[in-house]
């Protein structure tokens, strides 16, 4: 219990835990050091040894240092527990007393918690004597910078040159805004934790971006007649409550911080909502893919599908001047078959990100792919 640095778990926790073990096996690897010590997953291993089992999935971080293994064993846990506003200050306070020469806002990012608070507990500890004052702090990229910026004083210009003022200050904002879109990105794709998961036709990892396209089965009303043109003569078809099951089956799937873009047809739409709503997604937005040529329909002759939009977490959304417009028209091909275009607008909006495609049909270079036509579980 060497880094269990965190409240032991509510009674409610430690059995919705269990629970999800015993149904599910154990999701996220434990982490030990070289040495064997436990930093992240005291619970899940004292809940396997109850429970009698002797093997669990094992992570081993090596080559860090007391104090490196502390922060991490924080950094894992905070975000995932839900402490109390007195226990979230111990476990800051107690970062503070072992690292008070990095910075409020680096110790904020690490714990996941407001800077402000990190910055008044920090006055309160420094003012009690804990822990040192120092002139410079070590920020999250490692550069040392004055630990308190001093006061300068702006002049407002003459009113002939106000104008060129309002231009360079519009440029600097839009400098500066897309430098911290990239530096969220990053962070994004950076806490998409790792899992692995030991039953078959799991997926081994956790995403970002998910860009799926599931074959929805619906309602005919005829089933004699009505299943001529249907999806099933090309590929089988998911009831939509199993396409809704289908993230916690494959073993999550979505990182904390993460976009969904999920296609849905028309009579599909509600479905398509509520598979957001169960993969864990907020509906934020939708784009429209116009296939130019009338199809059928009862209501009427649809020509267009839905690819949803759902958001989970702190996931960003397109840097400002760079969405694009809601509406791509483009003659449909092979039965199913999505448009190029839509994954080539996430890849713009998303460079670098972790992505998977879930029923993909042709993977697409640097995507991890899981489906029917695909293969079975992603590279």
Request: with cysteine; aromatic share 8%; charged share 30%.
């Amino acid at each position: 219990m060497k880094y269990q640095l965190l409240p032991p778990l509510s009674d409610d926790e430690f059995k919705a835990l269990e629970a999800s073990i015993i149904e599910h096996g154990v999701l996220v690897p434990v982490e030990y050091d070289e040495d064997g010590e436990i930093l992240d997953g005291h619970h899940r291993v004292a809940i396997c040894e109850s429970l009698g089992l002797v093997d669990w999935p094992r992570f081993v971080r090596k080559g860090l240092s007391e104090l490196e293994k502390r922060k991490l064993a924080r950094e894992l846990n905070v975000s995932r527990r839900h402490l109390t506003t007195a226990q979230k200050q111990a476990v800051i306070a107690d970062q503070l007393r072992d690292t008070p020469s990095i910075s409020s806002r680096a110790i904020a990012a690490m714990l996941g918690v407001d800077h402000k608070t990190v910055a008044s507990l920090r006055g309160k500890l420094e003012s009690i004597g804990e822990i040192p004052q120092f002139d410079e702090t070590e920020g999250r990229d490692g550069k040392v910078r004055p630990a308190r910026r001093t006061i300068k004083t702006a002049f407002m210009p003459e009113a002939e040159n106000r104008r060129e003022l309002m231009h360079v200050a519009k440029g600097i904002r839009r400098d500066i805004q897309e430098t911290r879109h990239q530096v969220r990105l990053a962070h994004m794709d950076m806490v998409a934790e790792k899992g692995t998961a030991s039953a078959p036709g799991k997926v081994e990892r956790l995403y970002s971006i998910i860009y799926a396209d599931p074959p929805w089965r619906f309602a005919v009303r005829s089933e004699v007649t009505g299943r001529e043109k249907s999806a099933e003569n090309h590929y089988p078809t998911m009831p939509p409550e199993q396409i809704a099951g289908l993230l916690a089956e494959l073993g999550g799937v979505a990182a904390r911080d993460a976009v969904c873009f999920l296609w849905a047809t028309n009579p599909m739409l509600l479905d398509g909502l509520r598979t957001l709503q169960a993969w864990g997604f907020t509906y934020v937005h939708h784009w429209i893919w116009d296939k130019q040529d009338a199809g059928t329909g009862y209501w009427g002759r649809d020509r267009h599908e839905l690819l949803l939009i759902g958001r989970r977490g702190d996931a960003v959304a397109p840097l400002p001047g760079t969405q694009p417009e809601t509406v791509h028209a483009e003659r449909k091909g092979a039965h199913s078959a999505k448009p190029d275009w839509f994954a080539e607008q996430i890849e713009r909006l998303y460079p670098g990100i972790a992505k998977i495609e879930l029923f993909c049909r042709a993977p697409r270079p640097g995507w991890d792919v899981w489906g029917f036509e695909a293969g079975e579980v992603a590279s």
